[in-house]
């Protein structure tokens, strides 16, 4: 039906079956959410008065949001059966009032009156759904318009391990694959939020204060974060949409998997140094300068990729 949303449910449907497929969810844990840029169409609605009406916890307050609609997956939907089932199953929209406190459930549930009729309780968001209001209500259509959350098995070890320290955790990534420092560094990494129960405000916080890197020194801080990582629980990643946002949890996730076999008893391997990680960002930077008409190739370069 609307575009905009049709090929967003669809990416969620991709994203969930790869991701199930590949083990990066725990049973049918996980979720994803969308700020939608168009206001869908009424038809595909339930009518504003039949919606059913909730309150966000007192501390979350999205005013930015009012009168945007959120696509969100539903609490105890499976994300791999979003590409199969009808959407409506496993999908929500939220409508936020311009109180910014009140919201309403447009999609995916009953009206009120039939739910007054069959005297059940109506479904509801993605328990994680406070961190997803949250954060596009601060940082929505600046890169923030679509997040995942996703549960993998290696970053989920690597934290519980003793490298999972918020000093610790991204420097024992990053020397496993050399494009991790070109991509990730000027953005701070992989950011670690220590243990917090999940759904609750205060993880949404937190989540937002390592999304804009207020944990990073000033001179560090050019640009946000891509993903971070709930320690023990899962990533939580953003992007322009779901598939950009899944495709770095899905990098973090490989890297993993590799610094954790590489560094089990049987297998003796290396990360790279800090000083072939520092020739791989020079390279890289000097690559990226453009040539002037003075430039002269006929000089021998420096081989910083010694190694």
């Known amino acids: 039906p609307d575009s905009e949303m049709g090929m967003i449910i669809g990416q969620m ?12 969810l725990w049973g049918s844990a996980g979720n994803a959410g969308y700020l939608l840029q168009k206001r869908i ?20 307050v999205v005013k930015n949001l009012a009168g945007r609609h959120v696509l969100l997956s539903k609490s105890g939907c ?13 999908v929500t929209v939220l409508e936020v009032e311009d ?45 923030f318009n679509a997040l995942v959350h996703l549960q993998p098995k290696f970053l989920n070890l690597i934290s519980r391990s003793e490298h999972g320290s918020p ?9 496993y694959e050399p494009e991790t420092p070109i991509i990730y560094d000027q953005s701070g990494g992989i950011g670690l939020v220590m ?18 890197g207020e944990d990073l020194v000033e001179d560090k801080r050019s640009n946000h974060r891509h993903v971070i990582y709930w320690i023990g629980h899962g990533t939580f990643s953003r992007g322009n ?17 590799m610094a954790w076999e590489a560094n089990q008893k049987s297998i003796n391997a290396q990360a790279y140094t800090d000083d072939i990680v520092s020739c791989i960002m020079q390279e ?22 010694n190694y």
């Not at 447009?106 to 005297?119: A, D, F, K, V």
């Not at 946002?245 to 993993?256: G, M």
Request: hydrophobic share 30%.
């Open 78 to 90: 499976r994300l791999d059966m979003i590409a199969i089932e009808p959407p409506s199953l496993n």
């Open 167 to 175: 000093s610790r955790f991204y420097n024992f990534l990053r020397g």
């Open 241 to 257: 949409d779901i598939l950009d946002a899944y495709r770095h949890a899905e990098y973090f996730e490989s890297a993993a998997r």
């Open 41 to 60: 169409s009424e038809n595909y609605l339930l009518p504003i008065s039949h919606s059913p009406r909730y309150q966000l916890p007192p501390t979350i």
């Open 99 to 143: 109180d910014g406190c009140h919201y309403r459930m447009r999609l995916g549930t009953p009206s009120i009156q039939q739910l007054n009729q069959m005297r059940i309780e109506a479904p509801k968001p993605t328990s994680e759904f406070f961190h997803y209001m949250l954060i596009f209500d601060r940082l929505g259509d600046n890169g």
């Open 284 to 305: 890289f930077q000097k690559n990226q300068t453009t040539s002037s008409s003075q430039d002269s190739f006929n000089h021998p370069q420096e081989n910083l990729f």
């Open 13 to 24: 449907g991709w994203v969930g079956s790869h991701s199930h497929s590949h083990g990066y």
């Open 195 to 212: 243990e917090k129960a999940p759904g609750i405000p205060d993880l949404s916080f937190e989540s937002l204060r390592l999304f804009t």
